[in-house]
Nanobody
């Protein structure tokens, strides 16, 4: 059974930075795609960023230039570096993984999410 676990969420002042981490474990096969999504209260979950094991990546326009995604293939880990955070980016941030190579899902494996609170 594959487990995806996020960490690194917390409270930050507007304009501040946070680094989220995600690790996928238990897969018999390589997790070739990992992505980050977020869901704010009362809103639909939205795509934030994704990266493949080959280094291809995609970042949502809303966060381009402020957020960055990276990964450690050997450890099936992905990271989301978030800078210049805005209060409207309060959300639960989810990590997802899949054995397929894809920058837009769908993902088979999802974490429970980590809360990011941006205080104005």
């Amino acid at each position: 059974q594959v487990h995806v676990v996020e960490s690194g969420g917390g409270l930050v002042l507007a304009g501040g930075s946070l680094r989220l981490s995600c690790v996928a474990s238990g897969s018999r096969f390589a997790i070739n795609s990992m992505g980050w999504y977020r869901q704010a209260p009362g809103k639909q979950r939205e795509f934030v960023a994704a990266i493949t094991s080959g280094g291809r990546y995609n970042i949502a326009d809303a966060v381009k230039g402020r957020f960055d995604i990276s990964r450690d293939n050997a450890k099936n880990k992905a990271y989301l570096e978030m800078n210049a955070l805005k209060p409207e980016e309060n959300a639960t941030y989810y990590c997802a993984g899949d054995t397929a190579y894809s920058l837009d899902g769908p993902y088979d494996y999802w974490g429970q999410g980590t809360q990011v609170t941006v205080s104005s």
